[in-house]
């Protein structure tokens, strides 16, 4: 790689590091081509816009042009980033489920909305359920006062037309 490739590389990966919602960042030594083609092909569907095996010193210098110096903790060794766009939920679940079944592949941590993140993090953000399903549940908690309410008045409402029926019944054979 001469000098300009580098200097291109340098500032593709600072652009990716600027634009990402997530960076996910993993030790891919001992993945086979075709394991890391499969891995590719998860994290893409899971809404992670590239998956790279970069080199340490241009991530480097690309961390320090995206003012993300705390990435540097992760780059020793063999390094590939998952660069996600929206929520890192899904790709960070494709990379947990891929270190569980692939001993090869070891999660270093990442970056998540510019805070840095260790794996453990990483494992707990991949143990979460959707955004959907979370949303759906924090909707459900909203409309659980409402509802309850809504019980409460038509139980009473319920009581009171009981009530007028049963002396309706009672008025009614005596007439």
């Known amino acids: 790689m001469n000098k300009e490739e580098k200097a291109?590389?340098?500032?593709?990966l600072a652009d990716k590091m600027r634009t990402s919602s997530a960076m996910l960042v993993a030790d891919y030594r001992g993945l086979t081509v075709a394991q890391s083609r499969e891995l590719r092909?998860?994290?893409?569907?899971?809404?992670?816009?590239?998956?790279?095996?970069?080199?340490?010193?241009?991530?480097?210098?690309?961390?320090?042009?995206?003012?993300?110096a705390e990435v540097?903790?992760?780059?020793?060794?063999p390094t590939a980033i998952a660069f996600c766009s929206g929520d890192a939920a899904p790709p960070a679940k494709v990379l947990v489920k891929f270190a569980k079944e692939l001993?090869?592949?070891?999660?270093?941590?990442?970056?998540?909305e510019g805070q840095l993140i260790d794996a453990e993090r990483i494992k707990y953000l991949a143990s979460l359920p959707s955004k959907e399903v979370l949303m759906s549940q924090l909707l459900g908690a909203f409309q659980s006062p409402a509802?309850?309410?809504?019980?409460?008045l038509s139980g009473a409402m319920r009581g009171l037309v009981t009530v007028l029926s049963k002396v309706q019944e009672q008025k009614a054979p005596a007439a």
């Open 72 to 77: 540097k903790e992760f780059l020793s060794g």
């Open 8 to 12: 291109a590389r340098v500032d593709d």
């Open 103 to 112: 001993k090869p592949l070891e999660i270093k941590g990442g970056i998540l």
């Open 41 to 68: 092909q998860q994290l893409r569907q899971a809404g992670c816009a590239s998956f790279e095996v970069v080199k340490n010193t241009l991530t480097e210098r690309a961390a320090d042009a995206a003012e993300l």
């Open 147 to 152: 509802r309850g309410m809504v019980t409460v």
